[in-house]
């Protein structure tokens, strides 16, 4: 048997002390660590996983001011800094209740309290490298986002008689759920729970009969794991919004209240239950949960400009204008080297908050400068958002920007009734003549343009219909049909002219955006599968 080593593995040690960095490489150089890098903040060690893939990260929960260990982690797995393969080690000295929950939340590979010895460390590294060893090749999959060929792996491992059987069909669970193959995925959990009374496979149940809007079911689903196990919070979140599903409000305020005490860290939840109340009048429940986004995100991968935004909000319902202001101007000093994306939603707050503390002028600037910038990049601008801004717009008698935005609503949701019934009130409510028809116009060019793409691709002028459906998606990024047969048009381009990675990326950017908007959506699921045949027909996978 070889001799076990950490020779040549790229290995972070992130601490605030430069004695426990020490002691930490001295525990490591024994092992054969020749290749260690040190950072002594969490922002210096977020720098050294963009600059260089590590195979190992130890990184202390406390790191004075800035980030902490948890937003470091964090912010790792939201940016992909660090490759599925790769051991992501949480220290501290803490094990105080709020600490460890919130960090536990983001599972990290392996959790050391302060102090351990050199035994310690090495038993647990080598524990999670032996358990990821079994996952290589489904690794390198996750890590290319070929999430359907790590499905095929799990399988093929499954298959084969593989020992890590629960791991194996917890990851391939996790998968499907993520692919949008929720009735997979209920069979799979169903089938699990058979065997035995695993958490993980009722909160995956749950979670997939939550999308496929069996609502009664996934509620007793996740009652029944949160009765066998009260301190698993994520339960906490999908069962708010299957009550939310539901039309409950008040439980699913409760409900996240509940979660926030056990882990009041976690700045998604946080924002749920800020977002809920606020939409729900629960005004001094909101400003508390606005706050504690406001204060915890300053560091955090999630913080964003809707968390103040929403905070000024609850400060004009609760007619406290001078605060209102004031969290605007926070925002806008927080904020003000953010990139485009960004910069849009500061100035949307900022446009919404002047407008109703009565400061015209302003809140007109900002709305020009939000439609500036949504003319570089449409794909910025949400549905809901964007029906806001047209209501402003009017307000501020701005009604060129107002029928725009009304026309960009339509665009990305012109076979969405509830939608459209909405945008249809708020035309009535303008009583501006011009938008009389606006919605069945504009309806009707988003039909005829894709209709005229389609017809393309029948004609097998297929470099026409791409540019046609390139740019149509450009304009419309929340549109299932036009992405849908943007994506199409690029698989009869590979078919005529076979398989390239351009190409390739291209189709799965379409579909990943349809999946976000519309997980679930029949003609997804055969678009992705004529995509995955293609790729198959010329011996690639995906």
């Known amino acids: ?228 196990n009260n301190k698993f919070v994520p339960a906490y979140d999908w069962l708010a919004r299957v009550q939310k599903a539901l039309g409950d409000h008040k439980i699913a305020i409760q409900l996240l209240t509940d979660a926030v005490a056990i882990s009041p860290k976690a700045i998604l939840r946080q924002r749920a239950l800020a977002e809920t109340a606020l939409e729900n009048e629960e005004f001094d429940i909101a400003e508390k949960a606005f706050k504690n986004v406001v204060r915890e995100g300053k560091n955090s991968v999630y913080r964003s400009p809707s968390d103040y935004g929403g905070l000024a909000k609850v400060y004009l319902k609760k007619e406290n204008t001078g605060e209102a202001n004031k969290v605007v101007a926070a925002m806008s000093s927080e904020f003000q080297k953010g990139d485009s994306a960004v910069q849009l939603q500061t100035a949307v707050i900022q446009a919404l908050v002047y407008k109703d503390t009565g400061n015209e002028a302003d809140s007109a600037k900002a709305l020009d400068k939000v439609m500036a910038l949504y003319a570089q990049n449409p794909s910025n601008l949400p549905t809901a958002t964007a029906m806001e801004l047209a209501e402003a717009s009017y307000a501020l008698g701005k009604g060129n920007h107002g029928s725009e935005l009304i026309k960009h609503v339509v665009r990305n949701n012109h076979e969405d009734t509830a939608i459209l019934e909405k945008v249809k009130e708020l035309c009535k409510k303008t009583q501006d003549a011009s938008l009389a028809n606006i919605v069945e116009t504009t309806c009707a060019e988003v039909i005829s343009t894709n209709n005229k793409g389609v017809e393309m691709i029948k004609q097998g002028k297929i470099d026409d219909s791409i540019g046609l459906f390139m740019q149509a998606a450009r304009a419309m990024p929340e549109n299932v049909t036009i992405n849908l047969n943007a994506a199409l048009s690029l698989i009869a381009f590979m078919q005529k002219n076979g398989i390239s990675e351009k190409p390739s990326q291209q189709i799965e950017q379409f579909l990943e955006r349809v999946m976000r908007v519309a997980p679930g959506n029949d003609r997804y699921k055969k678009t992705l599968l004529q995509y995955r045949e293609l790729l198959a027909k010329h011996g690639k996978q995906g």
């Open 1 to 228: 048997m070889a001799l076990w080593t950490l020779k040549d593995q790229n290995i972070l040690i992130v601490d605030d002390f430069p004695e426990m960095r020490a002691m930490m490489r001295s525990m490591l150089i024994p092992f054969g660590a020749n290749k260690l890098t040190e950072a002594r903040s969490g922002q210096e060690a977020v720098d050294a996983m963009e600059k260089q893939t590590m195979d190992i990260v130890m990184c202390d929960y406390s790191l004075g001011n800035g980030k902490d260990g948890q937003q470091v982690m964090e912010e790792a797995k939201e940016r992909n800094l660090l490759p599925y393969s790769s051991i992501f080690i949480l220290v501290t000295a803490e094990n105080t209740s709020n600490m460890v929950m919130g960090a536990m939340e983001y599972q990290p590979d392996e959790y050391l309290i302060k102090p351990f010895t050199k035994t310690v460390l090495q038993a647990r590294i080598r524990k999670v490298q032996e358990r990821k060893e079994g996952l290589k090749q489904i690794a390198l999959a996750l890590d290319s986002k070929k999430y359907h060929l790590a499905i095929d792996l799990c399988d093929r491992q499954l298959s084969s008689g593989a020992k890590n059987i629960s791991e194996l069909v917890k990851l391939k669970g996790e998968l499907l759920l993520r692919t949008g193959d929720f009735s997979g995925a209920r069979a799979l959990y169903q089938k699990a729970l058979e065997a035995r009374e695993f958490t993980w496979a009722r909160f995956g149940l749950g979670q997939a009969l939550f999308h496929l809007k069996e609502y009664q079911q996934a509620r007793l689903t996740f009652e029944e794991l949160l009765g066998n």
